[in-house]
């Protein structure tokens, strides 16, 4: 079974506290749970960077067009 993908925030959310029970209890069903929430960041972060590439244009054009307007 596949589930959604995380928003960012979330992802940071779930990580956080896998991190903290798996500090708490290192036992296997944390460090599963661990994985997947390093897994689900991993994901989140990739979303997050091809959407900046994507919606990112060319380096200046914004100050190009600002000085163009003044």
């Known amino acids: 079974m596949q589930r959604d993908p ?6 940071v ?3 956080v506290d896998a991190v903290v029970a798996f500090s708490d209890d290192p036992g296997p069903a944390n460090l599963e749970r661990y994985l997947e929430a390093s897994r689900s960041l991993e994901e989140s972060r990739g979303r997050g960077q091809e959407r900046r590439k994507r919606f ?3 380096p200046g054009g914004l100050a190009q067009r600002s000085a163009a307007a003044g």
């Open 6 to 11: 995380l928003s960012h925030e979330a992802a």
């Open 13 to 15: 959310d779930h990580f």
């Open 56 to 58: 990112s244009g060319t």
